[in-house]
Nanobody
Framework: QVQLVESGGGLVQAGGSLRLSCTAS????????MGWFRQAPGKLRELVAR???????NYADPVKGRFTISGDIAKNTVYLQMNSLKPEDTAVYYC??????????????WGQGTQVTVSS
């Protein structure tokens, strides 16, 4: 069983910054993609950013130019640097990972989430 643990959330004022971290643990698995989703109360979960094992990245339009995803998928780690935060960024942020385990079976794993609150 692969487990993901997020950290780094908190309360900040608009214009501030936060850095989220995610680590994966387990055995007999290989990750291909890691990323971040977020979900605000009463709203749909949405993609924030993701990175592949080849280093390719993509971002949702609302965070382009403000957020940066980085890390080393081979080492089962990913980060999300969030700058110039806005109140609309307030949400629970979830780390996600896609990979394969025993017998080549693919999986999509989610962390428990970390709360990010941006005050106006």
């Amino acid at each position: 069983q692969v487990q993901l643990v997020e950290s780094g959330g908190g309360l900040v004022q608009a214009g501030g910054s936060l850095r989220l971290s995610c680590t994966a643990s387990g055995s007999r698995f290989s990750l291909d993609t890691m990323g971040w989703f977020r979900q605000a109360p009463g709203k749909l979960r949405e993609l924030v950013a993701r990175i592949t094992s080849a280093g390719m990245t993509n971002y949702a339009d609302p965070v382009k130019g403000r957020f940066t995803i980085s890390g080393d998928i081979a080492k089962n780690t990913v980060y999300l640097q969030m700058n110039s935060l806005k109140p609309e960024d307030t949400a629970v942020y979830y780390c996600t990972a896609r990979g394969s385990g025993d017998y080549g079976i693919e999986f999509d794993q989610w962390g428990q989430g970390t709360q990010v609150t941006v005050s106006s």
